[in-house]
DNA sequence: GTGAAAGCGCTAACAG
DNA sequence: CTGTTAGCGCTTTCAC
C-alpha cells in the first residue's frame, strides 16, 4: 500500500539527525500522524486507550514536536519581543537598573504563565539592528519607555502586530495599548509630603532628556512651586551618564538660593545626595530633606534610611503582558487601551524631621498616593 | 504557461492578509522566486542590476521574509536561550541583581552583535515550563549557575544543542563549555589584602545553598584561617532571602568573638554591615573593615565608601556567548571548553585604615588577583 | 474515530 | 545566470 511505503520512506530517509519526527512517533504507534497530532495536542475525540498509548511512544521515543514546523504553520510563535528605547552607543542600558530588572521579571514571569516567552531585542538605532528584529517571529512586543517616532514600532504594527509600550508613547506613536503611571499625581503627592514636614525650598533633580517620565515629572514639579509660590531651583542633567548625577546633586547644594529639600528622579540621586550633603555638613533629615525615585532596596539601611518613590515596575510588567496577550489571542481590532497604575510612596527617615530615631525606621509606612482611575487587580 | 499560471494562482489567493510573500515579489520583480531568495540573502550571483531591482521591488512592497519558514527550512533559529537557576517559587530570581542585569546585557549585545537574540526562559521547576521550552526553537542555551542535574540542560544536550555555562557544572552535567571566576584565588587574595590592612580575625557572611559560588567562595575562606591560624568565624543565611542578610551581619557583628573584618558575599552585605556596625557603634573602617562582592555602584558613595570584589559579569557574558556561538557554527564535536575569567578587587576606603580620608577616594584602585590561565581579550 | 493530502513560506539542489 | 521542484515538520480540512 501506499501508506505503507510512505512510511518506510520516511523511517529510512530520516535525515533529522537521530531526532524522532512525528511520522516515526506514527510508525511506531501504529497510527497516523493526525491521530499522533491529535493525540498529543488534545484535540480531536480520540479514545482515551489510543491517546495514552500515543503519548507512552511519544515519550520512549523521546518525540519533541519542532516548534518552527508549528509556528509555521499556525501562524503564532509564542514569542513576545521585548525593548527598551536607549540614548546611547549600546543596544539597550539598564539605566534604572532596578526598575527594568523588575519591570523585566514579572513581564517573563507573566508572559510564561501564560505560554509566551520575551525576546530581548535591541532599540534599533543601527540599521543592522532592523536584521535580527525581522529574524524573529514575534507574536507581539513590549516596548519600554518608546521615542516619538520610533522606526521599529511603525514597522511593526504596519505588520499587524501588536506593540503596548511601558510609558505613554509621545508624538502619534501607533501603539495597540500602553500602560504607564501617574507622575503628575506622584510627584505632587510627593512634594505635599515634604511640604507637610516642614519643607520651605523643595529642590528637584531632573534629566535633560525628552522622554515622558523626565517631562511629566519636570512639569508637575514646576506646576506645584507655580501654586505654592515657591521659585523653582532645579539642576538637570543627562541621566544615562553616572557620574553627571553626583556633579548636579553637588551644584543643587551648592547653590545660593540652597534648597532644604530635594526630590531626585532617577535611582542613584539619594546616594548622590546624600554623598554631596555630607561634603556640605548638610545633616539629613535636620538640615535637608531628601526623596528620590527608586525601586532599589539600599535605601532601607542608608545612613539615613532614604524614603522614595516606587512606581511599581512589577505590576506594570504584568499588565502590560496581560494586555499585549488579550491583543494577540483577541481580536485585534479592539479600541486603544491604555491603564494607569498606581505609585507607592515609602517614607523613610530622610523626609521625616520629627520622631527621627538611631533605630531602625519599624518597617516602610506606605502612604497611596491619590490616584485617579486606577484598574483591576 | 504553468509558471504564470502558478503566479495567478498565488496571487489571487493570497491569504497572507496583506503581507507581501516571495512570490509576490517575485511576480512584482518579474523574476523567479530563487532569485529573489538568492537576491535578498546575497547568494547566487546575479547581476548587480537584477539583485538591486529585486531589493527595491521588496522594499517598495514592504516585503519581510517569514523568519518562521526560514527557520524551518534551515534550521537554524538565530535564538538562544537565557536561563537562570534559581531557589524559590519565581521562574527566576535576580538574586545578585546588578550581576545578572550586566551579565544579561553584555551577553545579549555579544549575542546581537553576531546576529542572535536571546530569549528568556524559566528554569524548570515546574513541570509546565517544560512546555516553554520545546515551543521554541534554539539554536542553544546559556545557563547561569546550574543546578547539579538540571533536567532542562540534561534535555537539550540529548537534542544536540549546545549549551554553555555561566559557572562551573557541579555533579556531571554535561555543558559544552564553562565560563568562571577564580573563586578561590579571588578570595585569597581578597581575605590578604585584608589581613594586609590590619585584621587580626576576619569574618565571613556566606549563604546556605550549596551553589558552586557560595561552595568555592567559603572553602577558599576556610582554607585561607587554616593557612593563617585563625579560626572561622561566619554567619551563613539563605541568600535569596532579602531581610536575612541584614539579621546575619548584625548576629556576626553580636557574636563574642567579633570579627574586626568581614567580607559579605552577598551584594547586599555591604549595606547590611555598615547598618549592623553602626548599631553597634562600630567605626568602619577603624574598628572594623568591610568588603562585598558587588557590582553595584552604591558603594563608591556610601560613608565611607566600600570596597567590592567585582566578578566582570560583563566580560563573562560576552565569553560565554562567544563559547556558544562557536559551537554552535562551528563543528559542535570539539573537546569541554572552559574558560577562567579574572575578578577585580575594587579598594575603597572601607578596607583601608592608613589614609583614611574625608575627601573622596582618589579613583578606584584596581588590584589584579593572581589569576592563572585566563585568556583572549 | 482515523487517515490521506494539502500546504504554511522559504531555501537549496539541480536543470536548463 | 535564472527557473522548477522538492521538501523542512507540522496542523488541518475533508473523505472514508
Given at each position: 500500500m501506499t501508506a505503507a511505503k510512505h512510511q518506510v520512506t520516511r523511517s529510512a530517509g530520516r535525515r533529522t539527525g537521530g531526532r524522532a519526527g512525528i511520522r516515526d512517533v506514527a510508525a511506531a504507534a501504529g497510527v497516523s500522524i493526525t491521530t499522533v497530532s491529535d493525540a498529543l495536542n488534545g484535540k480531536g475525540r480520540l479514545p482515551d486507550a489510543t491517546r495514552r498509548h500515543v503519548r507512552s511512544v511519544a515519550d520512549r521515543l523521546g518525540y519533541r514536536p519542532s516548534a518552527a514546523a508549528r509556528t509555521l504553520r499556525t501562524g503564532k510563535s509564542g514569542l513576545i519581543g521585548l525593548t527598551v528605547t536607549t540614548y546611547?552607543?549600546?543596544?539597550?542600558?539598564?539605566?534604572e537598573f532596578a526598575y527594568f530588572a523588575e519591570m523585566a521579571r514579572a513581564a517573563t514571569s507573566a508572559a510564561l504563565a501564560r505560554g509566551y516567552a520575551l525576546v530581548i531585542l535591541p532599540a534599533a538605532s543601527q540599521h543592522r539592528d532592523f536584521d535580527v528584529w525581522s529574524n524573529v517571529a514575534l507574536d507581539g512586543t513590549v516596548v519600554i519607555d518608546?521615542?516619538?517616532?520610533d522606526p521599529v514600532v511603525t514597522e511593526l504594527v504596519r505588520q499587524g502586530i501588536p506593540v503596548v509600550s511601558d510609558g505613554r508613547p509621545g508624538g502619534s506613536l501607533p501603539v495597540t495599548a500602553w500602560v504607564d503611571n501617574d507622575h503628575e499625581a506622584a510627584v505632587t503627592n510627593l512634594l505635599d509630603h515634604l511640604a507637610t514636614a516642614g519643607a520651605r525650598r523643595i529642590g528637584l533633580l531632573t534629566?535633560?532628556?525628552?522622554d515622558t517620565y523626565t517631562r511629566l515629572s519636570t512639569t508637575a514639579y514646576l506646576h506645584w512651586c507655580e501654586r505654592h509660590g515657591q521659585d523653582p531651583v532645579y539642576e538637570a542633567y543627562p541621566a544615562h551618564d553616572p557620574c553627571a548625577g553626583a556633579v548636579a546633586a553637588d551644584r543643587l547644594l551648592a547653590r545660593p538660593d540652597r534648597p532644604d529639600a530635594v526630590y531626585g528622579l532617577f535611582d542613584p540621586n539619594g546616594t548622590d545626595l546624600l554623598a554631596a550633603a555630607r561634603r556640605y555638613g548638610?545633616?539629613?533629615?535636620?538640615d535637608l530633606l531628601v526623596v528620590c525615585c527608586s525601586e532599589s532596596s539600599v535605601y532601607a539601611s542608608t545612613e539615613p534610611p532614604i524614603t522614595t518613590l516606587s512606581l511599581k515596575p512589577g505590576r506594570i510588567g504584568t499588565t502590560v503582558i496581560q494586555l499585549l496577550i488579550d491583543a494577540i489571542e483577541g481580536q485585534?481590532?479592539?479600541?486603544e487601551a491604555h491603564q494607569v497604575m498606581p505609585t507607592e510612596l515609602i517614607v523613610r527617615a530622610s523626609s521625616q524631621r520629627i520622631g527621627r530615631s538611631p533605630r531602625r525606621v519599624p518597617s516602610a509606612t506606605v502612604v497611596a498616593p491619590r490616584t485617579p482611575p486606577a484598574a483591576d487587580q
Open positions: 546611547g552607543e549600546e543596544p539597550f542600558t539598564f539605566t518608546p521615542s516619538d517616532h534629566g535633560t532628556s525628552t548638610l545633616r539629613v533629615p535636620d485585534s481590532g479592539r479600541a
